[in-house]
């Protein structure tokens, strides 16, 4: 039973999907398929029912899903440790906006104590380069947002926020218990300067070209809406300033926290970062 295959199982149990944890490993689909088929010829069982209704995990499933995590988990240890050995432990983290997230906090405990002996670098940056510094090989590993161009990157989405427009407290919208983006149309809005991803940017716009101060920090977003009254989005939960408010907008798609690292990288640290990572955001 070879730690690749057991990848492969994860991907799967993991998307229940198979033509998705392709995606995911970046493989087509039917060396993915035999894989799993010859896994379950090892084990003498079949580890998914599928149907035309889709995949699901049987108990015999379940079970090795466990003992893979379990094996998966000592494996990126065994390699972490090596690495600590050779005076290579370090990793760099690159993270966008709110480094005080509850995920963030729960992922930093438990890397630590999966991980005593590696140095965690933490670089964070502005919001014109939703990949943290990744493209330019300053970070090994991203903690953001998406969307963004994702060419040559692999992304693994953490968790969806629900958002909300950011708005002085006394502006007559702020009483409202939802807004929808028509209701914004004929406002200033702030945005990001020219030349940051045009993803990135279109999304934070609400999907259509705005007019508004540029800003490239959190800081400067809400001070461009208490200064100038101008409006912006914001994902839901965090904390503003009293004399701003945040109503939820219903017709903008969930700010998909995301981990993104560079396509190909077999770095153990990274791929440790991504399987604990995961974990912490879904508590």
Not at 36 to 62: I, N
Not at 66 to 75: G, I, N, S
Not at 241 to 255: G, H, I, K, Y
Request: glycine letters at 8%; charged letters at 25%; a neutral charge.
């Amino acid at each position: 039973m070879e730690l690749r295959t057991l990848r492969y199982f994860v991907a799967v149990a993991e998307e229940l999907h198979f033509g998705r944890a392709a995606a995911r490993l970046h493989m087509s689909q039917p060396p993915l398929s035999r894989a799993v088929k010859q896994l379950e010829t090892e084990v003498g069982a079949a580890l998914f029912d599928r149907s035309p209704a889709g995949v699901a995990l049987t108990p015999v499933g379940a079970v090795l899903l466990d003992e893979a995590y379990a094996l998966l988990e000592r494996a990126d240890r065994v390699r972490t440790r090596v690495a600590a050995a050779a005076g290579a432990a370090v990793i760099t983290v690159g993270v966008l906006g709110d480094s005080t997230d509850p995920g963030a906090t729960r992922l930093a405990g438990a890397y630590r104590r999966q991980h005593p002996g590696v140095e965690v670098r933490i670089r964070e940056t502005d919001l014109t380069d939703p990949t943290c510094g990744l493209r330019a090989g300053l970070v090994d590993i991203a903690l953001t947002r998406a969307p963004f161009d994702g060419t040559g990157l692999t992304l693994r989405e953490l968790r969806a926020d629900p958002v909300g427009a950011v708005l002085r407290a006394d502006d007559p919208l702020a009483r409202r218990d939802h807004l929808t983006l028509a209701d914004l149309a004929d406002r200033p809005w702030f945005q990001f300067p020219d030349g940051t991803d045009p993803l990135w940017r279109a999304y934070w716009n609400g999907g259509e070209p705005r007019e508004g101060p540029a800003v490239r920090a959190v800081q400067e977003c809400l001070q461009a809406v208490l200064w100038n009254g101008t409006v912006g989005m914001t994902p839901l939960g965090h904390g503003t300033p009293a004399e701003l408010a945040v109503v939820p907008v219903t017709d903008m798609a969930p700010s998909r926290v995301v981990a993104a690292w560079n396509r190909g990288d077999t770095n153990p640290l990274v791929r440790s970062f991504v399987r604990i990572a995961t974990a912490a955001y879904r508590d």
